[in-house]
């Protein structure tokens, strides 16, 4: 058991469908990470959020958006998503993110695995 | 910003001999150094972790060396285990956390 909890494990979706992924931390933390995992590249930061706000956007097409109702969730709602976006979506969290500061680990979800046919 | 570089890619080893892990990086910010490992089917697990302010950090049958001046840290694993096989990937970290991409180690029994 990791601590951070994400759902579903495995989701198919075709072009056209909205779909959310979920993610839940029990330790306590105050910053939660949403990341992409793509064969043969780093661990891409997508989003964060220190104490339920939004501090990074990196980038992300807006086909993805993200919503963090209280420190311990954390959902990334999918919507008109391309083949490319298939990879595996990793939600972290840590304690809080200090400015200039990314000194405490991130603790990972064990993904969901997205599949856009 | 960051840039981490991770070598080698794959690496196979024998059951009970060492396995080697290099990272460089280029922001001299960069002040904390985690190593994960992620097994398959499942998240990155930290395994281990220095500061800046350390050379060398152990636990049991892991190390990790960090050369500050040469901007480059090391993971190592001795006496491997079937167990050990899985894909490592450092980091760097000052402002953000930058990954490498990643060593695919294969212990041989």
């Known amino acids: 058991e990791t601590g951070v909890t994400q759902t579903p494990r495995h989701l198919v979706m075709g072009m056209t469908n909205k779909k959310s992924l979920k993610c839940e931390q029990h330790?306590?933390?105050?910053?939660m990470y949403w990341y992409k995992q793509s064969a043969k590249k780093p661990l891409e930061l997508m989003f964060v959020?220190?104490?339920?706000?939004?501090?990074e956007n990196n980038s992300v097409p807006s086909r993805f958006s993200p919503e963090c109702p209280n420190s311990s969730h954390l959902f990334l709602h999918l919507h008109t998503l391309q083949p490319e976006d298939s990879a595996l979506y990793l939600c972290a969290s840590s304690q809080e993110r200090q400015e200039y500061s990314y000194n405490s680990p991130l603790h990972f979800g064990n993904g969901t695995r997205l599949t856009v046919t | 910003g960051e840039n981490v570089e991770q070598h080698p890619s794959t690496l196979s080893v024998q059951e009970g001999d060492s396995a080697v892990i290099k990272c460089t990086y280029s922001d001299s910010a960069s002040n904390y150094f985690p190593w994960y490992k992620q097994e398959l089917g499942k998240g990155p697990q930290l395994i281990i972790d220095?500061?800046?302010?350390?050379g060398e950090k152990k636990d049991q049958r892991i190390a990790v060396t960090l050369n500050k001046t040469a901007k480059h840290f090391s993971l190592h694993i001795t006496e491997t285990q079937p167990e050990d096989s899985a894909v490592y990937f450092c980091a760097a970290s000052g402002n953000q956390f930058y990954f490498g991409t990643g060593t695919s180690l294969t212990v041989i029994p």
């Open positions: 959020y220190n104490f339920k706000e939004q501090t």
């Open positions: 220095i500061r800046s302010n350390v």
């Open positions: 330790l306590g933390h105050n910053a």
